[in-house]
């Protein structure tokens, strides 16, 4: 593409043909790539970025009524562990113990600030929850990617090209007259976070599948799955099939001793693998010894996350003492910089040149001896 328009035009056949097959293939990829690279700031700014905000501030806005569920309980729980079991210890009754907790802690009043079910307070339901409302925002792309051919799927991303492939359809559909029904859509598709959005929508009949939100849950994970390239678009630069670049049959097996004794991989797969879980486990074992060592006062800490997944932190480094020399010379009188004399002098050198009066160490009268 660095060429000018009239150098294929003068090349003879077939080297003609094979510049602009080269050319228009080369365009095809720049345009596949700038739309799907569109559709990707379209998921993540004006879609997850933007209700993530939005739901994080809601959020806060029930901080207050957080505040009063943890009051209840904590008031329930001195109830509890200090007037009855420290007092009445084995003779507790528990008539007077619920007594007792229905005075600093209403069972009706217990019972509204437990969640309907286990996900329904989570950020992360909330989100999608949201999400389910930005259907008009991917619509128009919709048709693109699900008619398109060039997109394809690895084993991992194949479920969902499928349902990405229906999308059309569903926009086209007016659920108002006809409900869509949970055979209609592929529930494999819809992971735990998103079966509120789906399945669970109050503002439509009872069995009925909220379409907007199914449309925008299978579109973010094709955002993830094209991320991690299980859905892939073979003739793209950016988006292709990272798989397609490895060797294998005969091909890998005619280099493969080669390849394997250059990136020193000669042991068996195996004990490759349980060498670098050791040396894993030593690093993290390590690592959390030094923790313990420096106690509260550490500027790195773990949490271990819902998933299992542990997370490291790492607070700001304060500023290092400062050396002894600064400290010296400040106490020398050095503070705005070398002492006058030097100044005087070092000027004068930059003037003169070495000598007393410029002649570089001779005097006036010994120039012409």
């Known amino acids: 593409m660095g060429s000018k328009a009239p150098l294929p035009e003068r090349a ?33 700014t004006r879609l997850l970025s933007t209700v993530k905000r939005k739901t994080e501030k809601e959020r806060l806005s029930t901080l207050p009524r957080l505040e ?23 003779d507790l009754e528990v008539a007077a113990l619920w007594a007792a907790l229905e005075g600093v802690a209403p069972r009706a009043a217990v019972v509204s600030l437990v969640p309907k079910d286990e996900v329904e307070g989570s950020a992360e339901v909330a989100i999608r929850v949201a999400l389910a409302t930005r259907y008009a925002t991917v619509r128009p792309s919709l048709s693109l990617l699900g008619e398109s051919k060039a997109l394809d799927a690895a084993s991992a991303g194949k479920l969902v090209l499928a349902g990405v492939r229906g999308l059309p359809a569903l926009a086209r559909r007016k659920v108002g007259i006809k409900p869509l029904l949970p055979r209609e859509v592929d529930d494999k ?45 073979s003739s793209s630069h950016r988006w292709s099939n990272p798989r397609a670049r490895l060797l294998e049959g005969p091909e890998w097996e005619s280099v493969r001793e080669d390849v394997l004794a250059a990136r020193r991989l000669n042991v068996p797969v195996e004990e490759h693998l349980a060498e670098l879980v050791r040396g894993l486990e030593a690093g993290w074992k390590q690592l959390t010894e030094r923790l313990e060592e420096a106690g509260p006062t550490a500027k790195v800490s773990t949490e271990v996350q819902d998933e299992g997944r542990v997370k490291l932190h790492v607070d700001k480094l304060g500023a290092l003492g400062e050396p002894k020399s600064p400290t010296w010379l400040r106490g020398q009188g050095y503070a705005s910089g070398p002492p006058p004399a030097a100044t005087e002098e070092g000027s004068r050198s930059r003037r003169h040149g070495p000598g007393e009066h410029g002649s570089f160490g001779l005097s006036p009268g010994s120039a012409g001896a």
């Open 68 to 90: 009063r569920a943890s009051h209840t309980l904590a008031r329930a729980a001195k109830v509890l562990l200090q007037e009855l079991v420290e007092e009445h210890g084995a």
């Open 189 to 233: 598709l819809v992971p735990p976070t998103w079966r509120k959005a789906v399945y669970a929508s109050p503002d439509l009949p009872q069995g009925a599948v909220n379409r907007d939100a199914y449309v925008v849950c299978a579109l973010e994970q094709l955002y993830r799955t094209l991320n991690n390239r299980d859905v892939f678009v």
């Open 12 to 44: 003879a056949e077939p080297k003609r043909t094979a510049m602009l097959t080269a050319m228009m293939r080369h365009l095809e990829a720049k345009a596949i790539d700038e739309a799907l690279n569109l559709f990707q700031v379209l998921m993540a």
